[in-house]
Nanobody, 117 residues
Framework: QVQLVESGGGLVQAGGSLRLSCAAS????????MGWYRQAPGKQRELVAS???????IYADSVKGRFTISRDNAKNTPSLQMNSLKPEDTAVYYC???????????WGWGTQVTVSS
């Protein structure tokens, strides 16, 4: 029903910045949380950052102080500002929206972020 599409990924040198955005093909309501996950080759998908409806945020220890998640209130989707990027940040990044009441969740197809040394 609703499709998420990430954008903003690309190739950047270490120390650089990128901003990831998430667009929804349809309207989204009753959101419980929004987040960004990433998956590097040979590794499991991991939570990078999330923000719940109250505004509280959670960050992976590896990105604290460098990444900032925020809400696009008009779209009800998250964005992710990534600063001071490191080669270990290289991964496919996925947008995620979790709905209230156990209705379900949405995932994007992912966007590649590559950080060169």
């Amino acid at each position: 029903q609703v499709q998420l599409v990430e954008s903003g990924g690309g190739l950047v040198q270490a120390g650089g910045s990128l901003r990831l955005s998430c667009a929804a093909s349809g309207s989204i309501s009753s959101v419980f949380s929004m987040g960004w996950y990433r998956q590097a080759p040979g590794k499991q998908r991991e939570l990078v950052a999330s923000i719940i409806s109250s505004g509280n945020t959670i960050y992976a220890d590896s990105v604290k102080g460098r990444f900032t998640i925020s809400r696009d209130n008009a779209k009800n989707t998250p964005s992710l500002q990534m600063n001071s990027l490191k080669p270990e940040d290289t991964a496919v990044y996925y947008c995620n929206v979790v709905l209230r009441y156990g209705v379900g969740s949405y995932w994007g197809w992912g966007t590649q972020v590559t950080v060169s040394s």
